[in-house]
C-alpha cells in the first residue's frame, strides 16, 4: 500500500521547492491549529462540562523541563493547550514546540498500522503493506526466533533513542531485552561531560548532573556560558541566567560561534573549535601563576594534597608503609608535612601541596605537583596560537573566573569532538584550582535536567529484572566493524536483526551511509515510532506507536514536579504504547510468564519504592493530585559538605587507575588518563593534513523549531516558521567562493555530500560551516547532513562526535 505513510505530502523540502503553498495544506483535524487557543475563554475548572481538561506534558529530549501543560478535549478531540502555571516563576514552560503538539498528533505523518515492507522492493522505496498486528509479532517473532537458535541470542540488537525517555512507560520495551538476553546499544550521545563529572565529582543523582543545578546559577557573580547556546537549547534554563544578570551577573560566552546566547552577554570570547581544554589549562596557568589559587580548598576538599607513587601513579597508602593491610579499612591515603612526614589528611591537618618526596625507599610526589607538572608542557604563546585566544584575554578570562561565585553553564558543544573529554576534565580541574566549587553559584551545570527521581518512578527491577540473562553491550562505535568485520573467534555477537523505539539513528547518528550499510545487511530491522521517521522509512517493519497523550503514563525527568500524563485522547489509528509493544512480542517470543503486567500495575509498581513512601507518594495520590512538587525547597549544592562521592571522597582532577566508560579492548594509557592534558580533536582541526583539501570543520546547532528530528517536520506551523535548511558560511568563506545568501552551494567530504541554501554571516567563524540540527533527508536539495560526519569516536567515553568533521564547500547553483 504505498503511499500511507511515505510521501511526506507537502513537508518535503523538494517537493516545496516544486509547488509552494502545499505547507499550509496538511492539518488532518481542523481544531488542531493554534488559532484555537485564543477562542476559548474562561476559568479551567468549571469548563468541564463543555470540555474536558487534561493534565499531561510534553515529552521531547530538549533539555528542557518536560514541561507540564493541560490539554482540552471535547467529542474525544483534543483541541487547546494550557501552559500549567509552575510554582518557580522562573519556569515558564510551554515553548512553541510544545504548542505545536496538537498538530503532531494530528499529523498526516502518522504511522497509523503495523507495515512491511513489499517484498522485492528496496529498502527505503516506500511500497510498503499494511499488515495486522498479529501478523507483524509473528513475522517478527519467527524471524528473531530463528536467527537466535542459528547466531544465539545476542544477535539481535535493542537500540533505545532519547526520543521519549522521560515517558516512563518506554523503559518497559528494556525487560524485553533483558529477557530475551539480546543485546544492546547503550546511548553514545552526550557521553563525555558526563563521564568527567562523574569522575571529577562523583555526581549525587538525581538532583544534580554534571554537577549543580541551574536554579543555582541565580547565586553565581559571573556565568561562563562554555560550549553551549541555552537561548536556543535549554530555554528553561535561561530564564535562571536572565534572572542572574538581573542580579547584577556578568555573562561571559566562549564558543567559536556568535551564538544568540552571546549576543546577550556581557562578553564574548571566540575560540578556536576543539581547544577547549588547552584554554582551561592556560587559565589554570594564570590563576597560579598570579598565586590566586585557592589553597585551602585545594588542601581540603580536592585530592591536591594527596602522595601519589611516581612509578605507578597509585596513592601511597598505609598499607605500602607496612602500617595497614591492603584495601582495609584503615588503609588509609596518605599526605605529608613540610619536612616530608606522612599521615592521614586526618592526622596532618596542613599538608603540603607541592614537592617530591622520598619516604620508606618510595618516590612519591603530591597530586598537585603531578598537575603543575601538566600545565607546564605548554607555554602561554602555545596556548594562544593553539586555541586562538589571546593570551591577555585568557589572563582577563582567568581573572574574571576566580573572582566569584563562578558558574559554568556548559553543554554538549565540547562533547561532540573526539577530544571532548580534554574540555570537560581540564574545567573541571580548572573549578577545583580556582576554588569555584562547593559553594552555591559555584559549579557546573548543563541545563534542567535534575530529576525528581528520589520520590519519583524506581522501574529498574521491573526493566532489569535479576533473574534475566547476562547483558551484552555492543558501543555504537563497533556496530560496523562487527557487521563487516567481525573476526571469527570474537567473542562479540554476531549482529543480525535491530530493532529501534524511541531513536532515529537514521538521522541522528553520524556517518549516516555507514548506516544505511548495516541496515542493508541486517535480515530484520524493525522501528517502533510514531510518524514516518527516517530510519522507519528504511526499516523491514514498521510498528504505530501512540502519541504521549494517548495512554497513561508518569513523566519522569527534568522538572520540579513528579508529573501524572494523563490519557488524553484514545490511541488513533492502530497505534499502540511501547509498553504494550513489548508486551506482544514478549508473548510472541514465549516469555508469557515475564509480560503479564498491566501498564497500571507498572505505574503502580514503579512509585512503590522506599524514597517515594518516606514523601508520602503513591500512584494513588498522583492519579488525584496529578502533578506533585518534588524538588527539595534548598537548592542542593554540588560539594557542599566537603565531601563528594568520588572514590576519594574528594573532588579529583587527578583520578587513580582512571578506566574507560566501556571497556572494550581499546587501547588505554592509564598514566595519561589520570590528570588534564590535551591533544588536538581527530579531525577538524586547522594543524590535520586533511585540511588542505577540506578546510571547513563542519558543524550542526540546535534550532528552536526542532528539538532533534522531532517536531518541525510534523507540524505544519513551526514548517511555517523554519520552512527549509540552510548553512552557514562565514563572510570570508563565502566571499572567497563567490557564495551569496540564497545560493545553493555543495559541502561535501569523502564520506558524503548535502546540497543545501547558504546564509553568509559575520556570525559564523572563518573556516567553519554549520546546518541547524534536526532535518531529515526529504528535507535536503540532495544527499544528508549526517553522510559528511564521522563515526570515529574516542577511546574514553566511546561519545559520538558530530562536530570533529572537515569538509569543502563550493557553490552549485
Ligand atoms: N531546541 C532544541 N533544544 C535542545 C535540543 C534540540 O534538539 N533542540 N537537544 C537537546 C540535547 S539532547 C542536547 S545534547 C543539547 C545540546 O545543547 P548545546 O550543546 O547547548 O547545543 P549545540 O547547539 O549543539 O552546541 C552548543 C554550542 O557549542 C558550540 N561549540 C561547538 N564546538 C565547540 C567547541 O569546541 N568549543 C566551544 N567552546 N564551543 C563549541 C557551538 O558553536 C554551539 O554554539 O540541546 C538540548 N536542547
Ligand atoms: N548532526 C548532528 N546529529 C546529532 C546531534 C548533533 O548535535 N548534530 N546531536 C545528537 C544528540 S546529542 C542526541 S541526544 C541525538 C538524539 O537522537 P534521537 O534519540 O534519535 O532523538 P529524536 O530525534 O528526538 O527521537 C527519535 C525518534 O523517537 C520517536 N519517538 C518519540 N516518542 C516516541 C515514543 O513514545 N515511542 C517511540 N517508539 N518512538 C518515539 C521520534 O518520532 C523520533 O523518530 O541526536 C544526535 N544527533
Ligand atoms: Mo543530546
Known amino acids: 500500500m504505498s503511499g500511507t505513510n511515505s510521501s511526506h505530502a507537502g513537508l518535503t523540502r523538494r517537493s516545496f521547492l516544486k509547488a509552494t503553498g502545499v505547507l499550509t495544506g496538511a492539518v488532518a483535524f481542523s481544531g488542531a491549529t493554534l488559532g484555537c487557543a485564543s477562542q476559548v475563554e474562561g476559568d479551567i475548572s468549571s469548563a468541564s462540562s463543555d470540555y474536558e481538561v487534561h493534565p499531561t506534558t510534553c515529552i521531547s529530549n530538549c533539555h528542557g523541563m518536560a514541561c507540564p501543560l493541560d490539554v482540552w478535549t471535547k467529542d474525544g478531540k483534543a483541541f487547546n493547550i494550557e501552559k500549567f502555571q509552575m510554582k518557580d516563576q522562573n519556569l515558564q514552560g510551554v515553548c512553541q514546540r510544545g504548542y505545536s503538539n496538537l498538530q503532531r498528533m494530528y499529523s498526516p505523518e502518522r504511522v497509523k498500522y503495523p507495515l512491511r515492507r513489499v517484498e522485492g522492493t528496496a529498502r527505503g522505496a516506500g511500497e510498503w503493506e499494511q499488515i495486522s498486528w498479529d501478523e507483524a509479532i509473528e513475522y517478527i517473532c519467527s524471524i528473531w526466533k530463528s536467527l537466535q537458535s542459528e547466531y544465539g541470542d545476542t544477535c539481535i540488537l535493542f537500540s533505545k533513542g532519547t526520543g521519549a525517555s522521560s515517558n516512563i512507560t518506554t523503559g518497559y520495551v528494556d525487560r524485553l531485552v533483558a529477557y530475551m538476553g539480546a543485546s544492546n546499544m547503550p546511548l553514545a550521545y552526550d557521553q563525555a561531560g558526563f563521564f568527567c563529572g562523574t569522575n571529577c565529582l562523583g555526581l549525587e543523582m538525581p538532583y544534580t548532573y554534571w554537577g549543580s543545578e541551574s536554579r543555582d546559577l541565580v547565586n553565581a557573580k559571573k556565568v561562563i556560558v562554555w560550549g553551549a547556546n541555552p537561548s536556543e537549547a535549554a530555554t528553561i534554563s535561561f530564564h535562571h541566567i536572565s534572572k542572574a544578570r538581573e542580579n547584577g551577573a556578568k555573562l561571559i560566552v566562549i564558543d567559536p560561534l556568535f551564538t544568540t546566547t552571546a549576543a546577550k552577554a556581557d562578553a564574548y570570547v571566540p575560540i578556536r573549535p576543539g581547544s577547549d581544554g588547552l584554554l582551561a589549562m592556560g587559565m589554570m596557568k594564570a590563576i597560579i601563576r598570579d598565586g590566586k589559587q585557592d589553597e585551602d580548598f585545594l588542601k581540603s576538599d580536592t585530592v591536591a594534597p594527596f602522595l601519589v607513587k611516581k612509578d605507578d601513579f597509585h596513592y601511597l597508602r598505609k598499607s605500602d608503609l607496612g602500617q595497614s593491610q591492603v584495601g582495609s579499612k584503615e588503609d588509609a591515603i596518605l599526605v605529608c608535612d613540610a619536612q616530608g612526614k606522612p599521615g592521614t589528611p586526618t592526622d596532618i591537618v596542613d599538608p603540603v601541596l607541592e614537592g617530591s618526596f622520598v619516604i620508606d625507599g618510595i ?451
Request: contains cysteine.
Open 363 to 813: 618516590e612519591v610526589t603530591t597530586a598537585y605537583s603531578l598537575l603543575l607538572d601538566r600545565l607546564s608542557e605548554w607555554s602561554f604563546d602555545q596556548i594562544a596560537e593553539l586555541t586562538d585566544v589571546p593570551v591577555d584575554t585568557i589572563e582577563w578570562l582567568a581573572s574574571e573566573y576566580v573572582d566569584g561565585p563562578s558558574m559554568v553553564f556548559s553543554a554538549l558543544g565540547i562533547d561532540h569532538w573526539v577530544n571532548g573529554h580534554t574540555g570537560y576534565m581540564n574545567m573541571y580541574a580548572l573549578m577545583m584550582v580556582a576554588g569555584q566549587l562547593g559553594k552555591p553559584g559555584t559549579g557546573a551545570t548543563v541545563g534542567d535536567s535534575s530529576v525528581p527521581q528520589a520520590i519519583g518512578p524506581n522501574a529498574t527491577a521491573i526493566t532489569a529484572p535479576k533473574d534475566a540473562k547476562p547483558k551484552s553491550n555492543v558501543l555504537v562505535s563497533e556496530v560496523y566493524d562487527l557487521v563487516f568485520n567481525r573476526p571469527a573467534d570474537s567473542k562479540k555477537p554476531v549482529i543480525k536483526s535491530m530493532y529501534f523505539w524511541t531513536h532515529n539513528p537514521i538521522g541522528n547518528l553520524p556517518d549516516r551511509k555507514a548506516w544505511l550499510e548495516v541496515f542493508e545487511a541486517m535480515d530484520l530491522v524493525v522501528v517502533a515510532d510514531i510518524w514516518m521517521s527516517e530510519s522507519a522509512k528504511y526499516a523491514d517493519v514498521v510498528l504505530p506507536v501512540t502519541f504521549m497523550w494517548e495512554e497513561e503514563s508518569i513523566a519522569s525527568a527534568g522538572n520540579p514536579y513528579l508529573r501524572l500524563m494523563e490519557k488524553v485522547v484514545e490511541p488513533q489509528f492502530e497505534a499502540k504504547g511501547d509498553f504494550e509493544i513489548a508486551t506482544l512480542l514478549g508473548r510472541g517470543m514465549g516469555l508469557e510468564d515475564k509480560f503479564q503486567m498491566t501498564r497500571e500495575d507498572f505505574l503502580e509498581a514503579v512509585l512503590d519504592n522506599d524514597l517515594a513512601r518516606k514523601m508520602g507518594v503513591t500512584w494513588d495520590r498522583l492519579k488525584k493530585e496529578k502533578r506533585i512538587y518534588s524538588y527539595p525547597e534548598e537548592v542542593p549544592v554540588c560539594g557542599s559538605t566537603g565531601v563528594y562521592k568520588t572514590t576519594t571522597g574528594r573532588a579529583q582532577f587527578f583520578r587513580e587507575a582512571p578506566a574507560p566508560a566501556f571497556q572494550s579492548d581499546q587501547p588505554w594509557d592509564v598514566k595519561r588518563e589520570s590528570l588534564p592534558y590535551w591533544e588536538p580533536p581527530r579531525e577538524g582541526w586547522y594543524q590535520n593534513e586533511l585540511h588542505d583539501k577540506y578546510p571547513i570543520v563542519f558543524m550542526s546547532e540546535r534550532s528552536k523549531f526542532m528539538a532533534h528530528t522531532q517536531f518541525g517536520w510534523s507540524s505544519t506551523m513551526l514548517q511555517e516558521l523554519d520552512p527549509e535548511p540552510y548553512l552557514k558560511i562565514s563572510v570570508e568563506d563565502a566571499r572567497e567562493r563567490g557564495i551569496e545568501t540564497g545560493d545553493l552551494i555543495k559541502a561535501y567530504n569523502d564520506r558524503g555530500y548535502v546540497v543545501i541554501k547558504a546564509v553568509v554571516t559575520p556570525t559564523t567563524r572563518p573556516g567553519m560551516a554549520l546546518i541547524d540540527h534536526g532535518w531529515q533527508e526529504w528535507s535536503f536539495i540532495e544527499g544528508h547532513y549526517s553522510d559528511l560526519s564521522s563515526i570515529a569516536s574516542g577511546n574514553v567515553v566511546s561519545n559520538t562526535c558530530f562536530f570533529d568533521c572537515l569538509c569543502q564547500i563550493e557553490k552549485v547553483g
